[in-house]
Nanobody
Framework: QVQLVESGGGLVQAGGSLKLSCAAS????????MGWFRQAPGKEREFVAA????????NYADSMKGRFTISRDNAKNTGYLQMNSLKPEDTAIYYC????????????????????WGQGTQVTVSS
């Protein structure tokens, strides 16, 4: 069992930066792939970024490439999402998710692959 708690959301002006954190409980976090998803009002949840258990392999949605960076610190049981050059269209609730991966280099982009979810943190980008 893994429990996830996001933090770091808030209000920021367009062009600004935020760093989200995802604190995990449980001893299996280092065996889990981790992902970030977001959901804007009236829209479906969408993939943002994913990272393998060993932290080496990452994947990003096209619109986030070059602006967002996913990372993790397994010693601290924490994952991160650094968001730069934020745009008003990035406004959404951001969720972290985790899923057990059978290899240290696996990651998942499909939300259906993830078993564990945080409660979400609101990110609002003003124009």
């Amino acid at each position: 069992q893994v429990q996830l708690v996001e933090s770091g959301g808030g209000l920021v002006q367009a062009g600004g930066s935020l760093k989200l954190s995802c604190a995990a409980s449980g001893r299996t976090f280092s065996s889990c792939a981790m992902g970030w998803f977001r959901q804007a009002p009236g829209k479906e949840r969408e993939f943002v970024a994913a990272i393998s258990p060993n932290g080496i392999v990452t994947n990003y949605a096209d619109s986030m490439k070059g602006r967002f960076t996913i990372s993790r610190d397994n010693a601290k049981n924490t994952g991160y999402l650094q968001m730069n050059s934020l745009k008003p269209e990035d406004t959404a609730i951001y969720y972290c998710a985790a899923a057990w991966a059978r290899a240290t280099y696996y990651y998942f982009v499909d939300s259906g692959e993830y078993s564990y979810w945080g409660q979400g943190t609101q990110v609002t980008v003003s124009s």
